[in-house]
Nanobody, 119 residues
Framework: QVQLVESGGGLVQAGGSLRLSCTVS????????VHWFRQAPGKQRDLVAF???????NYADSVKGRFTISRDNAKTTVYLQMNSLKPEDTAVYYC?????????????WGQGTQVTVSS
């Protein structure tokens, strides 16, 4: 079973920073890609950034230049460094991993972590 645990959310003033963490655990043959999504109240869940197994990264236009996705050497913890936060960044942030296990390749979700940016 694959588990994702997110941490690092909280309340911050506009212009501030937060770093989210997503730790992936389980009997995993390969973590193909890890995404960060966010969902604001009443809105759809949107992709924020992702990092591939090869280290390729991609960002939503709304966060380019402010957010950075990275990972540890073991590739089991992925970070989202969020700088210059804006009130519109307020959302629940979810980690999603596409991972290959003995039974195949599937997507897995974390429980989400709340980020609130006050003006």
């Amino acid at each position: 079973q694959v588990q994702l645990v997110e941490s690092g959310g909280g309340l911050v003033q506009a212009g501030g920073s937060l770093r989210l963490s997503c730790t992936v655990s389980g009997i995993i043959l390969r973590i193909n890609r890890v995404h960060w999504f966010r969902q604001a109240p009443g809105k759809q869940r949107d992709l924020v950034a992702f990092i591939t197994d090869g280290g390729v990264t991609n960002y939503a236009d709304s966060v380019k230049g402010r957010f950075t996705i990275s990972r540890d050497n073991a590739k089991t913890t992925v970070y989202l460094q969020m700088n210059s936060l804006k009130p519109e960044d307020t959302a629940v942030y979810y980690c999603n991993a596409v991972a290959t296990t003995r039974t195949g390749t599937s997507g897995y979700w974390g429980q989400g972590t709340q980020v609130t940016v006050s003006s």
